[in-house]
């Protein structure tokens, strides 16, 4: 039997670390047994990395994956934005009438659009990978205004594309539940695969913590940025505040691309801390050595509609590594995953704050817990489980 042919359309580009994370670490296992064609948009400084370029085309070519690369357009975000869509709409017309394609995968709204539109010149089915839940983010985040004329566009493609998609993923369950109530003759929930971001537990793994710690050092950890909008920077300066103040053992590490001397400023506005309070810039392929240094990790983000649709990387990476969290409810499952499994602990409230942080403390000091973690991620977050469940929706949609 000839393997299914697949278009790959993304808006990310494979060479940045997202890219390799989030895309090239399912499609090359994938590759094994369906036909890939990916098209993607790069910029600028990315491409110029002639080395980085040729390690990412080489993983393709090796992989059978053919790999088409659009110029990612950087200047006025609207004009980009509509000059990126209409050349990523003609170049996608083009493809799918040189190859007969089984399938396009449209990983974002931005690429459904265009693959609804593709869908109904030509036929090919596509697969809606939502990723989060776009409408809602663009008005939470002020990009558009809620029941605007751009907001009734949005809503009115988003609708059409759920109508008239072969097969949804969708990063969570709570966001399926929330669109199959808002469309509810879209028979959502049957064709749909909830997938969460997951990662390369072969990298991000961890030694044996439970053997190997020593004395009563406890280091936590903050992964990723805090400054986007989207984070809880009350809960965490309270929470850091309070575990310092507390807990001489403790010292706590940022890892993040943010400018540390903002976060610092912002977190620690008196120097209270600023011996105990550390920064860091990693390379995605630092952070497997890394993670498992820490005793735990603390993340927060604002509990909107559209957070609801969100599963955070970070949280894969870290529970890969033995690392139990502390985070806040209302965010896709997280809390759900969390509680059930009994890998961390749940804040709702800045109240709740200093109970909270006792009892975190008192979970890494358990017995088990990193292996605990460990076996959660497996379950639920590798790159393999992964792999299977886009399998599973690729053979699902009928040719």
Known sequence: MSKKKILY??????????????????????????????????????????????????????NNIE?????????????????????????????????????????SYYTAFISLFIYKITNVPFLFDMRALWPEELAESGRIK?????????KRLENRCLKNAAAIVSLTNAAVLY????????????????????????????????????????????????????????YLIKSIDYLLTN???ITFEFITRDDHKIIAAKIDAKNKWEERINFRSLAFSEMPNTLPNYSGSLFFFTPNISKLGSAPTRMAELLGCGVPVMTNGGVGDVADIVTENEIGIVIDSLDEIPARCDKFIDLIKGELISKKCRNVAL??????????????AYESVND
């Open 67 to 107: 790999w088409t690369v659009l110029k990612y357009d950087s200047g006025f975000r609207v004009i980009s934005i509509l000059y990126g869509f209409i050349k990523l709409f003609f170049k996608t017309f083009s493809l799918c009438k040189q190859n007969k394609f089984n399938l396009i995968h449209s990983r």
């Open 9 to 62: 359309l993304t808006r990310d580009g494979l060479l940045e670390p997202l890219g390799q994370s989030q895309i090239l670490s399912y499609l090359v296992p994938l590759s094994k047994n369906y036909n890939f064609h990916i098209v993607s948009f790069e910029k600028q400084d990315d491409l110029i990395n002639i080395k980085h370029f040729e390690s990412i085309k080489s993983i393709c070519i090796n």
């Open 179 to 234: 669109l199959n109530d808002t469309f509810p003759n879209h028979a959502i929930e049957a064709k749909t695969t909830v997938i969460p971001t997951c990662a390369n537990l072969t990298d991000f793994n961890y030694p044996d913590k439970e053997e190997s710690k020593s004395g009563n050092k406890i280091i936590l950890s903050c992964v990723g940025s805090v400054l986007s909008g989207w984070f809880k920077l009350d």
């Open 247 to 249: 807990y001489s053992e």
């Open 146 to 154: 809620k029941n605007g004329y751009a907001w009734r566009i949005v």
């Open 379 to 392: 379950e639920l977050f590798s790159v393999d489980v992964g792999v299977r469940k886009y399998a599973q």
